[in-house]
């Protein structure tokens, strides 16, 4: 039983690995790191697809 639970948290931690470091990726456009005084409705959201999919394409390229 004791093998299986840490094998379970070896899996979370990657999981939790991955997602920061997307994070972190999508951080580097600036504009998620900032706040945001635009009044605009759904600012927010463009840039945070804006930035996923620069960081995307980062990725791909590299």
Known sequence: MPH????AVII???VGY???HAIAGIKRL???TQILR???PFID???LL???GLWNFHLRTA
């Open 4 to 7: 299986i639970r840490a094998s």
């Open 12 to 14: 979370f931690k990657s």
């Open 18 to 20: 991955t997602v920061e």
């Open 30 to 32: 600036g504009c998620m």
């Open 38 to 40: 635009n009044r605009k």
């Open 45 to 47: 959201d463009t840039f």
């Open 50 to 52: 804006l930035s996923a």
